[in-house]
């Protein structure tokens, strides 16, 4: 059945979470620029995964795959989707049927389980369909935590959420089973990646001043000091004979940290974005070391 199911999909497994800086928008110019061979596939911000998820369909990543990001509940997620498939689908119609009675309280119920103590015994399945459910149904799929840890987002504006999708789960999990999933800093990268192997760093972009307001993993998260500890690694893993691709904002101050190396300017459109007029297409950038 669930073979048959994933059969029937005439085209891939998609991102099966809302993530802020999702690269969408940028797919064609990551393809145009990839590397013309490599060996192994290493991303170490995957956040929505919609670069590796694109790379993956249109069979680019024939060797290892390993996926990574330093936030817990966002791996639980995809290690479950990768492991427990079924168990997470029949959880997640649970939440769906409780949700429909009453979207603000059950929201609310649901956003509260870090809060007690439990949390921590809690089953990757449990926290998973927490964390899918809640993405799909807060403001804007942001993903922020208060100074304590605990989830913040207020409940979005929705009528029919599109919470999951059966077949797609699945076909993820399908997807998954080849990969490595980490949760670490992006530095761990220094241990893996080999020469001849393919990194794609896809990092919280730097603010263009006026323009980006939102956030998840705010600018303090990742602010100055992370975006030069970034370029060291992108330094020291070029040198190491690695193919390397980084996206980031057209801010000056990353035109700088990157002066070394090969940077393309595309246009994306922003989804997440506090000021309306941010909404039309801006430009980005694309750094390459080959
Ligand atoms: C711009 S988002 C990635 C978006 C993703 N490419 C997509 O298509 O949805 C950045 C991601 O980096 C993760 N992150 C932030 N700081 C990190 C760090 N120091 N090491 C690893 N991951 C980090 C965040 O949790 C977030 O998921």
Redesign the pocket.
């Known amino acids: 059945m669930e073979n048959q199911e994933i059969f029937n999909r005439n085209y891939g497994a998609e991102p099966f979470l809302k ?5 969408r928008q940028l797919l064609s110019a990551i393809e145009e620029h990839l590397p013309k061979k490599f060996k192994n596939y290493l991303e ?8 590796f998820f694109h790379l993956y369909n249109n069979g680019f990543l024939k060797n290892n795959m390993t996926l ?4 817990p509940e ?1 791996i639980n997620s995809y290690i479950t989707v990768k492991n427990d498939a079924e168990a997470l689908i029949a959880l997640l119609e649970e939440f769906k049927r409780s949700y429909v009675e009453n979207p603000h309280d059950f929201y609310y119920e649901l956003r509260n389980w870090d809060k007690q103590d439990k949390y921590g015994k809690r089953s990757s399945v449990e926290r998973a369909a927490r964390t899918i459910f809640l993405n799909k149904t807060c403001f804007n799929g942001l993903y922020r935590v208060n100074s304590k840890g605990f989830f913040n987002v207020p409940l979005g504006r929705y009528k029919n959420p599109n919470i999951f999708n059966r077949e797609n789960i699945l076909c993820v999990s399908e997807a998954l089973k080849k990969v490595e999933i980490i949760c670490d ?2 530095s761990v990268c220094l241990k893996t990646a080999k020469a001849g192997d393919f990194v794609y760093f ?4 730097f603010p263009i001043s006026g323009t980006s307001c939102f956030t998840g ?1 705010t600018k303090e ?2 602010g100055t000091e ?1 975006q030069k500890k970034l370029r060291d690694t992108f330094a020291k893993l070029s040198c190491r004979g690695c193919f390397l691709m980084l996206s980031n904002s057209s801010a000056d101050f990353i035109k700088n940290l990157y002066k070394d190396f090969n940077i393309y300017e595309v246009s994306a459109k922003r989804f997440i974005n506090c000021v309306s007029e941010g909404r039309g297409p801006i430009k980005e950038l694309l750094v390459t070391n080959y």
Do not use: Q, R
């Open positions: 993530w802020a800086g999702g690269k170490p911000f995957l956040g929505g995964g919609a670069a990574i990001d330093n936030n966002l800093d992006f896809d990092p919280p972009y993993y998260e990742f992370e």
